[in-house]
């Protein structure tokens, strides 16, 4: 049973029988009773609600330092292919996971959807 239409329900039992006969007992439970129950679900349906918009914002902000760091990364990598002692051929490109030109130039790379060559000159 989905829970919005548990606490429909409870809502509906809360308000009939509090303006009908708040002193009558349903099946060993007081209206007293209920309507706790049903505070204590409301409460803990807040506290739920607080921790999701925490969380929210959390993951905005989270984002949002993700872009800022994207931008700072591609900086520091144009400016590594600009520098005149390193650029795309230097140990440092190859170290920060990219692949040099001179290994894009001897064909060390394909793609990874091409099959590995096998040693007996079949490609199967």
Request: with cysteine.
């Amino acid at each position: 049973m989905p829970t919005n239409h548990i606490a429909e329900t409870a809502d509906n039992i809360n308000l009939g029988w509090s303006g009908c006969c708040p002193d009558t007992i349903f099946g060993g439970v007081t209206f007293q009773y209920h309507q706790s129950g049903l505070m204590a679900y409301r409460d803990t349906e807040t506290e739920v609600a607080w921790h999701e918009n925490q969380l929210a914002g959390a993951r905005a902000r989270r984002d949002l330092q993700r872009d800022e760091l994207n931008g700072v990364n591609q900086r520091c990598v144009h400016g590594l292919l600009c520098h005149p002692e390193h650029g795309d051929d230097s140990p440092l490109y190859g170290q920060w996971g990219y692949t040099r030109r001179s290994d894009r130039s001897s064909g060390l790379t394909r793609p990874d959807n091409e099959p590995p060559v096998t040693g007996d000159g079949s490609n199967t």
